[in-house]
C-alpha cells in the first residue's frame, strides 16, 4: 500500500493528496513522478469501513459531486442524487468523490505544474487511460485506509471507470453501478470527439498545448467542441420539446447569423460558460482516454485474467432508453458478458426522452433503483 | 417572364447566365440587383417541351450532377443516376441542374463579385431563403422557356427546394421526387448547423466573412464544420461497419493526437478535402436557409394559398430507414399532410443502413423506384 505524504485542505474547499517521487507508471510506459489528487468525502467512514462509496465522474465533472461547487457557484453536478436521505444517503454512506488524473480541478492533469520543468504539462502532458485514472484513484483509496469499497458508481466516462475498477481491482469492491457506458468507445463517440478536439487544436491560440505559457486559453474552440458534445447529451426528442424552432426574444428571424433560434441561444451559452470552468488541454486528454477504452477486444482475457474467481462483485448495469450516446445495446453487451461469465448482475433499461444526459437529471426510477441496490446490498452484506 | 441577357459558357465547363438590372427581390426584404446562375443541361429538350426535369442540389452539391466535375476532377455527385439509361434516363430526359443562388460554383453567392463595390460580397451578402433559391431556378427556367417541368428532384436541401417548387409554383410541375428532407428544419438540424457556424465564424481568418478581400481563407473552422457535417450524414452502424475500432496504418495506438482511428483519418481528409472546392461563406448562408426552411408553421396557409385546386403534381417522397438527419417520420409528415390535401403522393422508406447519404450511394431500390416513377408518369402523360 502506498501512502501519501500529505494530505491538505485546498483553497478550493477541497482535499489534495499528494504523492511525491512516487514513479507512477501509465499504460502508455510513461511515467508521472508526483501524483496529486483532489478530492471531496461527505458522510462518515464507518469504523469497519465497510460503508465507503466512490463516485465517479464523467468527462467535464469534478470532485464537488455534491454541496456547493466554489468554482462555479453552483450546484454541485450530482446533488439531487448524494447527500443526507438521497439516493446515495451520506447518513449511511461515506462517500468519496475524486477529480480524475488528466482533468483540472486539481488533481495532476494538463495545467497543473510539471515539477520536472516547473511549469505546466501543457501539450507535454502523457497521455492516459482509463486505467491509470483507477490507479490513481486506488492510490487515495489506500491512503484512506480503506481496504474494500462498497460500492464504485459512476455514468458515462464514469461507468468506464466503475467496469475498470472491476477488471483490475475485483477484491476490492462489493458493488458497482454503471451508468450509461459500454464495454468500449464506439466509431461515432470517437468521431465527435475528435471533432472537438480538431477544433481545438485548430485554434491558433492552442498553441500546441502549451497556451499556458503564454496566457492564452483556445477559448473558440473548446466552445465550439462543449457545442458539438451538449448535442450528444441531449435526445432529438427532448431537444424538441425543450426548444423546437422557438425564437430567441424575437418575433421574427433576423436574416443573419445570430441567435435567432432559442437552441443556438443556448448552445452559444453551454460553450461561453463551459471555458469558464473546463481547461481544453483536459479536454483533449480525457476524450482521448474513453476512445482508448476497449474491453470488447480484450473479452477473452478479461475472461482469463480480470473475471477472477475472487470477483463476486454484485452488478447494476442501468441505461436510458433516449441515450444515443451510449445506447442500451451497448450498455446490455456488458450484461450479456457478466451473465456469461455467472457474476451477479441487475440490469435496468430506464424509459425517458432526456438522452444521455438522464443520468444527471430528475428521473426517479434511477433515484428509486440506485437507492435500493444499494441499501439492500448494505443489509445482505451485514 | 424574365429572360436572360446572355447565356455564356463558362470556363468551368458549365454554362452562365446572366440577368441585369432585375432588382431580385429576396424573402429577407433585401434584393440583388444582378443575378447569374451557373447551371449545366443533359440529353435534349423535346419539341414540346414536356420532357424536362430540374435537379435540385444538396448543401455542398453543385451543377456538375453528372459527367466530370471540373473543379473536383472526379465524378458528378449523382453521376450513377443521371445519364443515359440511367435512373434519369438523359435518353428521355433533358436534365437541368444548376447551381443554387447563395451557392460557390458559379451562381450568385457570397464569393461572387457584388456589382455595387465590385469586391466580393463576402459578410454583406444578403440572407437567403430556399424560397428565393427556387425562385433563381424559375429564372432560368423562363430563359430555357420551359412552361412546366415534368420533375422536380432533390435530396436533403434538394428536397426542401423540390417542396418549395410545389407550393409556389404547383402549376408549373409534373411529378416531385422528394428525397430524404421534411417539412421544417429540426431543432437537432439547426443545433449541428449552429455548431458548425461557431467553428467557422470563430475561425480568426474569417475576418466577419470578408477573408477573400484580405486572401485568407477560414479553413480550419470550415474543415471543423465539414467533419461535423459528415458525422451526421452517415449512421452509427455504417460508421461500425466501415471504420469500426480500426487503427489507421499502425498496430498500437500512440497515446497522442494523431489520427489513432481510421474514422479520425476519415473525417480529417474529408474536412481537408472539402475547404478545397467550398466556400466557408456559402456553407453559412445555405445552412441558414436550412435553418429557416419552415412548412409546418405555414401548414394552414399552405393549404388556403399553396396547395391550389392547379396543384396537379405527383408526388414520391422517399426516405431511408438509418437516416437520422431527415428521418421517415419527418418525410412521412409530409405524406400525411398531402393525404390530408387529396393529392397524389406515393411513399417509400428504403431499408438501408447508409443512413442520410443513402441518396448519393448505391442503393438499387432508391434506382428502381426513381426510374420506374419517372417513365411510368411520363407514358400516362401521353
Redesign the interface.
Known amino acids: 500500500m502506498i501512502e501519501s505524504n500529505i494530505i491538505y485542505n485546498d483553497k478550493k474547499d477541497c482535499q489534495i493528496i499528494n504523492f511525491e517521487n512516487i514513479n507512477f507508471k501509465l ?4 511515467s508521472i513522478q508526483h501524483l496529486k489528487i483532489a478530492f471531496k468525502t461527505f458522510g462518515e467512514l464507518n469504523a469497519d469501513k465497510t460503508n465507503a462509496i466512490l463516485i465517479c465522474h464523467a468527462l467535464t465533472g469534478d470532485q464537488y459531486v455534491t454541496g456547493k461547487n466554489p468554482i462555479t457557484n453552483k450546484d454541485g453536478w450530482w446533488s439531487r442524487m448524494v447527500g443526507p436521505n438521497k439516493p446515495i444517503d451520506t447518513n449511511i454512506f461515506f462517500v468519496i468523490s475524486s477529480n480524475v488524473l488528466g482533468g483540472c480541478a486539481g488533481s495532476t492533469g494538463p495545467k497543473e505544474r510539471n515539477p520536472k520543468t516547473n511549469k505546466p504539462y501543457g501539450g507535454n502532458f ?2 492516459i487511460t482509463i486505467k491509470d485514472m483507477v490507479k490513481a484513484q486506488t492510490y487515495l483509496i489506500d491512503s484512506l485506509k480503506i481496504k474494500k469499497l462498497f460500492s464504485v458508481i459512476g455514468g458515462s466516462m464514469g461507468a468506464m471507470q466503475a467496469l475498470q475498477w472491476s477488471i483490475d481491482y475485483p477484491e476490492r469492491i462489493e458493488t458497482i453501478i454503471h451508468i450509461a457506458g459500454a464495454l ?5 463517440n ?3 470527439n ?2 472537438g ?3 481545438i ?4 491560440l492552442w498553441l500546441n498545448g502549451n497556451y499556458h505559457l503564454e496566457n492564452k486559453v483556445p477559448e ?2 473548446l ?2 467542441a462543449r ?2 458534445g451538449h ?1 450528444t447529451y441531449l435526445s ?1 426528442d427532448a ?2 420539446r425543450k ?3 422557438k425564437l430567441q426574444s424575437r418575433d421574427i ?5 445570430d ?3 432559442q ?2 441561444s443556448y ?2 451559452y453551454q ?1 461561453r460558460s463551459f471555458v469558464e470552468r473546463f481547461d481544453a488541454n483536459s479536454y ?1 486528454y480525457l476524450t ?1 482516454a474513453m ?2 477504452f ?1 474491453h470488447s ?1 480484450s473479452y477473452q482475457k478479461s475472461i482469463e485474467f480480470s473475471y477472477k474467481p475472487n470477483n463476486h462483485i454484485r452488478y447494476l448495469i442501468i441505461s436510458f432508453t433516449s441515450d ?1 450516446l451510449f445506447p442500451t445495446n451497448e450498455n446490455k453487451t456488458i450484461v450479456e458478458t457478466l451473465n456469461y461469465l455467472s457474476k451477479q448482475v441487475s440490469f435496468i433499461e430506464i424509459e425517458t426522452d432526456k438522452g444521455h444526459d438522464s443520468f444527471l437529471l430528475d428521473e426517479p426510477e434511477l433515484d428509486f433503483v440506485t437507492k435500493g441496490f444499494l441499501e439492500n446490498n448494505k443489509v445482505l452484506d451485514k
Chains 1, 2 share one sequence.
Do not use: C
Open positions: 499504460v502508455s510506459g510513461l502523457p497521455s468500449k468507445h464506439s466509431t461515432q470517437i468521431a465527435f475528435e471533432v478536439r480538431q477544433a487544436m485548430n485554434d491558433p473558440r474552440g466552445s465550439v457545442m458539438i448535442i432529438e431537444m424538441h426548444f423546437g424552432r428571424i433576423s436574416f443573419g447569423f441567435a435567432d433560434f437552441i443556438e448552445l452559444r460553450g483533449l482521448r476512445d482508448y476497449d477486444d444515443w
